[in-house]
């Protein structure tokens, strides 16, 4: 040990200087991204930064005035903590929704939270905004006069029995604590904050224990948090939810440094990991991909993480059959990389939003997917404009008047045919709508417009820029990486046959530009301005290091200044 002590402050200096020779990261390939374009033809980018802001500001607006406007409203109920909390309606004029409707206790965490993460991530301060905190007042959905002392859906049983998961449904009752948690680590410092996250780590970890103990896996419907015990294991089973598990529990992790959560974080994965099968339900599943990428990494753990990708894209889900990545055209309409349901050939706004939340940050950890991850992304992007009415035509639309979604609200989703035999669409293929007119008696149509899917396009704000190359995007692989201390990294992958230069602006700070991939050095010491060169159909994952920043390999990881750069040495 002392031999070694006193050779690794000689293998630091010698690496602060020269690259130590380490061979470029074979590219591993996902079956059905390799089935779509590596250069969609009718590719066009939406200014999603854009679309995030004004959505915000439709959505948050106590004076619009209209049908079914303000969107917001004040929920005065109180029912967790003693403040005043709000809501956001679902959808366009959801009839269940709206001050004068159930005690205006019927609002969700999804919507509400959604919008907050979007808009963060999208460059908006929720947290002094308008005079308000809205990062406060969202603290309602923490379910601590149920005892489940977890944030849920609903703020309470008696809007949870309005519709919309609470307390029997897996997916909607864990994935709020992850959007609770990626809003906690912009919001450290907001009163309330950090004893919901504290808190929340406690259940889950207290949660896996007993899942593990009585029944051995995750193999179930949902789980009481109040009493501490398994629920339905017989129909609507969404062991993706372990991933939801090992979200919250690393990132509580990475936030306290408590080992029980590590350990709780693993036990989750490792029961992930054993399943044979797709169990893909909703919206979790993907973040299985984030997580064993990152616990490999940095945990030295062994996670598959090419079955979880495997699991997210295939569409042989055995939860939800079908449940995966649509490929191919609904007539005229490209729709290759968007999630939703395979088998009923429909594809949803939040799904194919929030499935780049877990993949980009992956790639940090995990570059051997670049290249797979960068030819999703480019088609995910450009067809996802297809939720929005001002890019479909009139006659591939449910609404005849989609007009209140003003630009910035989506549809729900977009289908190959119509779902309510509406004579105009009759053989029309490539719909954009929405479930909403089905979910309660009432309903309008507009309610096909999804406010709860539209919030989270503030994820493809915040990590999805152009580049003087028109397909060829620079997707930012830190935006939603949770708790991590990184350098800017970002993916750029080259959909073209034959080789680019692409643009990239260091800004006035000097850098030394280095690609995990290649694992080499693009420039040295350069500001401003650069160019580096792009091969077809490849990717690079370009770290902005501080130029002349020293080097180090521990554990076959290359630090630079003590930041990891690349995990896979």
């Keep these: 040990m002392q031999h ?21 990261v074979e590219q591993r390939t996902v079956e059905r991204i390799e089935t779509m374009p590596s250069a969609p033809e009718r590719f066009r980018l939406a200014d999603w930064r854009q679309i995030a802001l004004d959505l915000d500001r439709y959505l948050y607006d106590f004076d619009a005035r209209g049908e079914d406007l303000p969107l917001i409203w004040l929920d005065s109920a109180q029912r967790n903590v003693p403040i005043v909390s709000y809501g956001l ?17 019927h609002h969700e965490a999804i919507g509400v939270l ?25 603290q309602n959905y923490f379910n601590s006069a149920t005892g489940w002392n977890i944030v849920m859906n609903n703020t309470c049983p008696e809007a949870g029995a309005l519709g919309g998961g609470y307390g029997r449904d897996f997916w909607y009752d864990i994935f709020p604590n992850m959007l609770f948690y990626a809003i906690g680590g912009h919001y450290p410092d907001v009163e309330g904050v950090d004893p919901i996250m504290r808190t929340v780590a406690e259940r889950f970890t207290a949660a896996d224990s007993v899942i593990m103990h009585t029944v051995g896996s995750y193999r179930m419907r949902e789980f009481d948090f109040g009493r ?63 997580l064993a990428a990152r616990m490999n990494a940095e945990q030295g753990t062994a996670y598959d993480v090419a079955k979880f990708l495997d699991w997210t894209f295939d569409g042989q889900s055995a939860a939800r059959p079908g449940w995966g990545v649509l490929t191919g055209r609904f007539g005229s309409y490209a729709v290759d990389g968007l999630c939703g349901s395979v088998s009923e050939e429909y594809a949803f706004a939040m799904n194919t939003f929030a499935l780049m939340w877990p993949l980009l940050p992956a790639v940090r950890y995990d570059q051997s997917f670049a290249r797979a991850v960068g030819r999703w992304a480019v088609n995910a992007v450009g067809n996802a404009r297809y939720f929005y009415p001002q890019y479909v035509e009139p006659s ?21 045919y119509d779902k309510y035999a509406d004579p105009r669409l009759r053989g029309v293929e490539g719909i954009a709508t929405g479930d909403g007119p089905q979910w309660v008696a009432g309903n309008p149509q507009h309610s096909m417009l999804s406010i709860y899917g539209s919030a989270y396009a503030g994820i493809f704000g915040a990590t999805v820029r152009p580049t003087n190359i028109e397909k060829i995007l620079q997707l930012d692989c830190t935006a939603t990486d949770l708790f991590a201390r990184a350098y800017p990294t970002y993916l750029y992958y080259n959909p073209y046959g034959e080789r680019k230069s692409v643009r990239i602006d260091l800004g006035s700070e000097t850098c030394d530009l280095y690609d995990i991939v290649s694992r080499s050095y693009l420039c040295r010491g350069k500001s401003g301005v650069q160019y580096f060169d792009l091969a077809p159909d490849t990717a690079r994952v370009v770290v902005l290091l501080p130029a002349g920043g020293r080097r180090s390999i521990r554990n076959g990881v290359l630090y630079v200044d003590r930041i990891a750069v690349d995990f896979r040495l």
Excluded at 247 to 262: I, N, Q, S, T
């Design 4 to 24: 070694l002590l006193l050779i690794l402050p000689f293998l630091s200096v010698l690496f602060a200087g020269c690259t130590p020779h380490h061979p470029p």
């Design 89 to 105: 309606y679902t959808a366009l004029g959801d009839r269940r929704q709206g001050p004068d409707r159930n005690n205006g206790e």
């Design 114 to 138: 959604g919008s907050i993460y979007g808009a963060t991530l999208a460059g908006i301060d929720k947290s002094r905004q308008q005079g308000m905190n809205w990062v406060r007042m969202c």
């Design 228 to 290: 501490m015990q398994p629920g339905n294991r017989e129909r609507m089973v969404q062991s993706d939810a372990a991933a939801g598990f090992a979200y919250v529990l690393y990132g509580a992790w990475c936030k306290y440094g408590d080992p029980r959560y590590l350990r709780a974080a693993q036990s989750a994965m490792n029961a992930l990991n054993a399943e044979t099968a797709s169990p893909f339900y909703e919206v979790i599943m993907p973040f299985a991909v984030y």
């Design 396 to 416: 591939n639309q449910s609404l005849t008047d989609p007009s209140p979604a003003r630009g910035v609200i989506a549809y729900e989703g977009f289908r190959r």
